[in-house]
């Protein structure tokens, strides 16, 4: 099913680099769209929803686990919901939400670091996932940083899973009930496969989330356990893309003019690529080699991804599952390259 764009926005060289990734099993299905300030310029699905003979076709209503979406559709919007209620400021010291984040190494932490992966923090933990939302703070919280804060930045899945925790204590409710979009009917859930080390290996998960963090702490957390359709994820980056032309009138959290802007101003750390929560351009990441100096944007582990192009007034979604048994993280990237450098 697809929407017909209007000329001259000329759709097929990027649907023959998704037919192709298809077509070479790097994921079984794709849900699009593409959009600007005046509306959808694009809305298609391909493929189905496994590799499986027989499996259903991809539909608009397909729902995707967002994966690594979360960290900016979900969290990032929710500390600036924050934010604007004074619940929470970017120099909020981590120390002042946690009692066990002590000593000198990180004392000067902020939201900041954590929001621009800064914080000294590792990706993952060492070892298994622990149980439970007091055993994962535990650990976070009195793990060796890896490097000295804001000396550099490194993509961390354990900052935002303390911002989850954050958001959870001054919003006082817990965070999958923050945000409808954590809750996903089976039925039109397109599905995953478990890492091996996961110990849910063995079984295809439906409507289920992928990241094993994400599922020991309930499904939902500050990294991790989004989904949702096209259209869903199209509809927030149309918000972000008018919240970055410094349009008013916006929903909450977007209400103050200039707070949705200031989330995509890239950090001041040497070296970083990072925003608030968001990345931005880079000629080597996945938004390709053609999108402007001022794109943000950001990809998820089981082959989504989200940029917005506010130099080309273009915002771009694509949703697969390349983790239902598709191609390598090296593949997807080259997909992603490929498909937004043929919609310049």
């Not at 000593?103 to 902020?110: M, N, P, Q, S, Y």
């Not at 998960?205 to 939902?220: F, I, K, P, R, T």
């Not at 929903?251 to 929560?277: M, N, Q």
Request: aromatic share 10%; net charge neutral.
């Amino acid at each position: 099913m697809k929407y017909t764009p209007k000329p001259p926005y000329e759709t097929d060289a990027a649907r023959r680099v998704l037919e192709q990734a298809i077509a070479d099993r790097i994921f079984p299905g794709a849900a699009v769209e593409v959009g600007s300030m005046d509306g959808i310029l694009w809305q298609e699905t391909l493929g189905t929803l496994t590799f499986d003979a027989g499996s259903p076709a991809v539909k608009p209503e397909t729902k995707y686990d967002l994966a690594s979406l979360t960290k900016v559709l979900a969290t990032t919007t929710m500390v600036m919901g924050l934010m604007e209620k004074d619940l929470l400021h970017l120099d909020t010291l981590v120390a002042q939400c946690f009692v066990e984040w002590r000593g000198a190494d990180r004392e000067t932490v902020t939201i900041r670091d954590l929001l621009e992966h800064t914080s000294g923090l590792s990706a993952r933990l060492v070892d298994a996932p622990p149980e439970g939302r007091r055993e994962f703070e535990h650990e976070i919280c009195t793990m060796k940083l890896e490097y000295t804060p804001r000396t550099r930045s490194i993509y961390s899945d354990l900052g935002f899973i303390l911002l989850g925790f954050i958001i959870t204590d001054r919003a006082s409710l817990p965070f999958a009930r923050l945000h409808h979009l954590f809750t996903v009917d089976k039925a039109v859930a397109a599905p995953t496969m478990p890492e091996p080390d996961d110990v849910r290996r063995g079984r295809l998960l439906v409507g289920e989330v992928h990241d094993s963090y994400a599922h020991a702490l309930g499904g939902a957390a500050g990294h991790a356990g989004l989904f949702g359709t096209a259209r869903d994820v199209g509809a927030a980056a149309y918000i972000w893309l008018k919240a970055a032309y410094g349009y008013s009138f916006l929903p909450f959290p977007f209400s103050r003019w200039d707070l949705g802007r200031r989330f995509i101003d890239k950090s001041a750390v040497r070296g970083s690529s990072r925003a608030l929560g968001w990345d931005t351009m880079l000629p080597t990441s996945s938004c390709g080699t053609k999108m402007g100096a001022s794109a943000f944007g950001h990809v998820g582990y089981t082959g989504t991804s989200i940029w917005i192009d506010p130099n080309r007034n273009r915002y771009f979604v694509l949703l697969t599952n390349r983790a239902c048994g598709g191609g390598t993280i090296e593949q997807m990237r080259d997909v992603r390259r490929a498909f937004h450098d043929a919609l310049s």
